[in-house]
């Protein structure tokens, strides 16, 4: 038997709780792994409070990270004892994901730990780490240097931003973090950003075009304030998009991709080919200081993840929320 956040159908919608699973009721699969760590991401929170249609099929284990070890495999790429991670790939909405004991997964989902991580800081990273890596790429690909101008992270306090925000400033980038937290200024300013800027700057309908403020720009919310970076945004400058936190709709123009030449880069971290996985990942070993994922990171036990997803859905978590199952696992 192994502990499980279990989300399951009631007429009402959807309801999770705490509980207990056996190996019979693991979903198809030819990786069976014993579940190091996890963590709580903004999806999940979506999934386990039932805010969002993220779950596709029920019952539903959430978690759509996880790092472990093989305790069983079919297939020819793994053995037993070796250390993988998971990102992505509909985990924690159509198959069972990383928020129990154990997972039993398909092996070209997984990709090896890479050195140095550790179990721990892989989940301390993460998802959204991975992704704010993405990010960064989608940016160089796009001609932004740290010469190009000042780049704008939006959601900056929470998993994505924080990390995007550690990364560029240490790849030597000069970051505006955005925020609707004043109170995280100091823990921002402690990443490596320049300069703190309030969301509420953005949060409401703006001009087609505004002044040239961004030669780059991470954003994670969508909706009026993707609307108003892009309206701001340099000449040939380069938006990376992944998340949305204030909206799913887009209130824009076509000005400042026409006007301007502004790009604008979705970044897909679920279904993400492996080798960009494996590029992100080797970046982050060279780009990200693995000292910083301590002041990104929070523990909270299985036991406090339903009530820690509805805190994360209010905006009231900062960084990132890691889920111990088994720590013991070196």
């Not at 994901?97 to 991580?117: I, M, N, S, T, Y």
């Not at 909206?247 to 400042?256: F, H, N, R, Y």
């Not at 006007?259 to 604008?264: H, N």
Request: aromatic share 6%.
């Amino acid at each position: 038997m192994f502990d499980a956040i279990l989300i399951e159908k009631t007429e009402q919608g959807s309801r999770a709780t705490l509980t207990q699973l056996d190996d019979s009721r693991l979903p198809a699969g030819d990786v069976t792994i014993r579940v190091a760590w996890s963590t709580l991401n903004y999806k999940d929170g979506l999934a386990i409070t039932g805010k969002g249609p993220v779950v596709r099929s029920f019952p539903m284990v959430p978690g759509i990270d996880l790092a472990g070890v093989v305790e069983h495999s079919d297939s020819p790429a793994y053995a037993p004892g070796d250390k993988v991670v998971l990102n992505g790939w509909g985990v924690g909405e159509a198959h069972w994901g990383g928020l129990a004991g154990k997972a039993r997964l398909k092996a070209e989902w997984l990709v090896p730990l890479q050195a140095p991580f550790t179990l721990r800081q892989a989940m301390a990273i993460g998802t959204a780490g991975y992704t704010a890596m993405l990010c960064v790429m989608a940016l160089e690909r796009h001609g932004v240097t740290p010469g190009s101008g000042d780049v704008l992270v939006t959601g900056a306090a929470g998993g994505v931003g924080s990390v995007a925000v550690a990364i560029l400033s240490k790849l030597g980038y000069r970051v505006t973090a955005m925020t609707g937290r004043a109170e995280e200024a100091p823990f921002l300013t402690a990443l490596g950003a320049a300069a703190i800027m309030d969301r509420a700057e953005y949060a409401q309908p703006g001009k087609p075009l505004a002044r040239e403020r961004w030669a780059g720009a991470i954003d994670v919310a969508g909706g009026h304030v993707l609307a108003n970076v892009c309206a701001a945004m340099k000449y040939r400058g380069t938006v990376a998009a992944c998340g949305l936190a204030a909206g799913m709709a887009l209130p824009a123009t076509v000005a400042p991709f026409i006007l301007r030449g502004v790009t604008l880069a979705g970044v897909d971290s679920v279904m993400c080919p492996k080798e960009d996985r494996l590029e992100a990942w080797r970046r982050l070993a060279r780009d990200l200081d693995p000292a910083m994922l301590e002041s990104l990171t929070q523990e909270i036990p299985l036991a406090e993840v339903i009530p820690a997803a509805g805190r994360l859905m209010e905006g009231q978590v900062r960084g990132r929320l890691l889920v111990p199952l088994d720590p013991t696992i070196a």
